[in-house]
């Protein structure tokens, strides 16, 4: 009991050292591998930084021989306390609907992932991840401009393509959709399906699958303001969560019935770069999961990524038919 | 702990949610109010109304003559907007109103909980923003304050679903910093907004709002086994009322949440030490209002299975954990740590 109250206490001092730091506009604590950093480095830079403040107070200044002590250490050591950064303040965009401005969809961009050295995640059957998305994406693509749409994939072979070359194609394509394949790697007892469009990650797992994708991007942290940016602000947002969840459902739906015990892992956000680039509402569909064993399996039947690619067409074909039938421009075409 | 506030102070503990706000104060009340505030949107509104502002389930009921605010955005003030900071500051003056009767002259010490992941800037804002309505005020995250209420501050974990974020805090014995905490926009109103998805995904021709689902939500929610009846909910198909059975959308919406709160449960389990993480896995407690979704404790505890089994406990009073919580605090602050504050 005495324990506890000790606990509570301290605890309480150190809310409240927390409210005092805040209102003085103090940082926050470091996070635990900053403090093992600055405990290992930390006497070292104090040293450090003891023997600059003596080089600069002893350091002659020019003209008239005395040294600028005092003021080189005023510099150092008696720093007033940064004022609390201002709050960033600014106008909430209101949401663009984008059925007002009645656009239509023609051209639709799919991505196989990874390709050439990228070889993506391989499976415990020896199929590699590229090799998947492309067969799908091929049978996809066929299917879609059988409909009339127009389809230009980013890589028709085993061709390495960074991320940023996958957006540059949908860009200059003018792509109307774009739809990168790509097949989960998972704890081995997890299968499923999941699509993700652009966001921030709402949970460790996305950050996970993002990380992996975004591997070899093509880009640097120079653009890294701009991604961010990107990620944060994107307007196509509301189009590409329909999207997601059209495709999304469809697989599901589809899939279930050769899979029955397919796990639905959500439509979610993850900052995928080749998502962050494109220009037109993009999404990227975990279409299966390599490292379970029993869809590794089905994903080396031609049958079963015929009838991915037929899911995969379904969503596409619903979001175009999405409350505006009018979106396919070529309308005569495209029935289903 | 001694309470060592001088005798005419009111102390108070307060949960400022983005869909429901709470009040507990050192002189036993509680109070939960819709974090709702709405002023008359024109003369003839007012005329009808008779009011200046209303508050709560009142501007809620009202809110077609309303300019209706919910000024809390994942828990925290809308920066940025006049009319919210303003809303917020009238929210906070309406729970004042309620337990302060009789007590008017009363100076107010207040502990506000908010959301794990509230930056300094956020919280400082929320300071300024509401100066002049206490005395004394400490902020602190909410699940803190949970877990101080439960005495659950070592070895536990703590997670508050609220309606605007689900927030996680590992309990180690220290004030919480923000590797102990996480918090998720997956709470109450992603809920809401999935299931009005699927509903209308559905009846396409089906009328209904987003205040509509919510009751819904609030009524039936559940994860896992359905209930034994179906979940049927009247709403307007083309200005027809029509009886639809929603039980499916109920699940899979509120299911939705399951995978990340999993995912993160996972993830703050792994950074406690290896010692300590069996007694972290028995000692999980659930508050906030996602508390109430059915189910929802034994499916995260059988989501532990893979971890090696652990115990879900969901506190017995979800809505008023939060503030009694930062009540316990206010109460056990000592006089010294209140000066520290200043004004």
Same mark, same amino acid.
């Given at each position: ?25 103090? @940082? ?20 450090? @930084? ?54 239509? #969809? ?27 998305? =492309? ?41 109307? &959709? ?5 097949? %989960? ?10 699509? !993700? ?26 653009? @890294? ?13 509301? +189009? ?11 697989? &599901? ?9 397919? +796990? ?10 080749? =998502? ?15 490292? %379970? ?10 049958? !079963?990524?015929?009838? #991915? ?9 619903? !979001? ?9 421009? $070529? ?6 | ?51 200046? =502002? ?28 006049? *009319? ?52 004394? @005020? #400490? ?35 220290? !004030?919480?910093?923000? $590797? ?38 609030? *009524? ?57 993480? +069996?007694?972290?896995? *028995?000692? #999980? ?57 200043? *004004?």
């Amino acid at each position: 009991m005495a324990r506890t109250q000790r606990l509570k206490a301290r605890l309480l001092r150190e809310a409240v050292e927390d409210n005092v730091a805040t209102m003085n506009g103090s @940082l926050p604590k470091p996070l635990r591998r900053g403090r093992r950093f600055f405990g290992r480095w930390g006497s070292l830079a104090t040293l450090g @930084l003891f023997f600059l403040a003596l080089a600069i107070a002893l350091r002659p200044v020019p003209g008239n021989g005395a040294t600028a002590a005092e003021p080189s250490l005023l510099v150092l050591h008696k720093r007033a306390p940064a004022p609390a950064p201002a709050a960033e303040s600014f106008e909430r965009p209101q949401r663009l609907s984008v059925a007002a401005l009645d656009l239509g #969809i023609e051209r639709v961009v799919i991505d196989a992932g990874h390709g050439g050295s990228s070889l993506g995640t391989t499976g415990a059957l020896g199929l590699h991840e590229k090799d998947v998305t =492309l067969d799908i994406a091929d049978r996809l693509s066929r299917k879609l401009a059988a409909q009339g749409l127009r389809v230009r994939m980013t890589r028709q072979g085993d061709d390495t393509l960074s991320l940023q070359d996958r957006s540059n194609i949908a860009n200059d394509a003018r792509g109307d &959709l774009f739809l990168s394949i790509h097949v %989960n790697s998972l704890p081995p007892q997890n299968r499923g399906i999941e699509t !993700y469009f652009l966001g921030p990650s709402q949970a460790p797992s996305a950050d996970a699958v993002a990380a992996e994708e975004n591997r070899d991007s093509g880009y640097s942290m120079a653009d @890294l303001r701009t991604l961010v940016d990107m990620i944060y602000t994107d307007a196509r947002k509301e +189009e590409s969560r329909r999207f997601a969840a059209s495709v999304q459902q469809s697989l &599901l739906r589809d899939l279930r019935r050769q899979n029955p015990s397919l +796990e639905d892992r959500g439509v979610k956000t993850a900052p995928f770069v080749v =998502l962050a680039a494109t220009r037109m509402p993009a999404i990227l569909a975990e279409v299966s999961c390599l490292s %379970n064993l029993e869809e590794a399996a089905l994903l080396g039947d031609a049958q !079963y990524r015929q009838s #991915i690619a037929d899911a995969l067409f379904n969503g596409i074909d619903a !979001y175009i038919h999405q409350g505006t039938p009018a979106r396919h421009k $070529e309308t005569g075409k495209h029935g289903s | 702990m001694a309470a060592n506030q001088a005798s005419n102070v009111l102390t108070v503990g307060i949960d400022l949610g983005t869909s429901r706000s709470a009040i507990s104060t050192s002189a036993g009340e509680r109070v939960v109010v819709d974090s709702f505030v709405g002023w008359p949107a024109d003369l003839v509104a007012r005329k009808i109304l008779k009011r200046d =502002l209303l508050v709560g389930k009142e501007a809620l009921d009202n809110r077609t003559m309303l300019d209706l605010r919910r000024p809390l955005e994942r828990g925290l003030i809308k920066e940025g907007s006049e *009319k919210d900071i303003e809303a917020v500051r009238e929210l906070v003056s309406h729970l004042l109103s309620i337990v302060k009767k009789g007590k008017e002259s009363a100076p107010i010490r207040a502990v506000l909980g908010v959301p794990a992941a509230a930056l300094r800037t956020n919280k400082q804002f929320l300071r300024d923003s509401l100066k002049g309505l206490f005395d004394k @005020l #400490i902020i602190v995250s909410e699940p803190f304050a949970v877990a101080y209420g439960l005495d659950a501050l070592l070895h536990s974990l703590i997670i508050d679903i609220g309606a605007g974020t689900t927030d996680f805090c590992s309990m180690k014995g220290r !004030y919480p910093t923000d $590797e102990d905490q996480r918090t998720l926009t997956v709470a109450g109103d992603s809920i809401d907004a999935h299931l009005q998805q699927l509903v209308g995904d559905r009846w396409p021709d089906a009328d209904f709002t987003v205040f509509m689902v919510r009751e819904w939500k609030e *009524k039936w929610s559940f994860v896992g086994d359905a209930p034994k009846d179906p979940i049927v909910v009247t709403v307007p198909v083309r200005g027809v009322p029509t009886e639809i059975d929603i039980t499916g959308e109920m699940k899979t919406a509120c299911e939705s949440m399951v995978p990340p709160i999993v995912e993160t449960m996972y993830a703050l389990l792994a950074e406690v030490s290896p010692e300590f993480q +069996e007694r972290v896995r *028995k000692n #999980i407690i659930v508050a906030g209002g996602g508390g109430l979704i059915r189910n929802l404790g034994p499916k995260l505890q059988c989501a532990l299975e893979k971890v090696g089994g652990g115990v879900v406990k969901v506190v017995e009073d979800p809505t008023f954990a939060g503030s009694d919580g930062c009540l316990s605090i206010a109460k056990d602050a000592p006089e010294a740590d209140w000066d520290k504050l200043g *004004k």
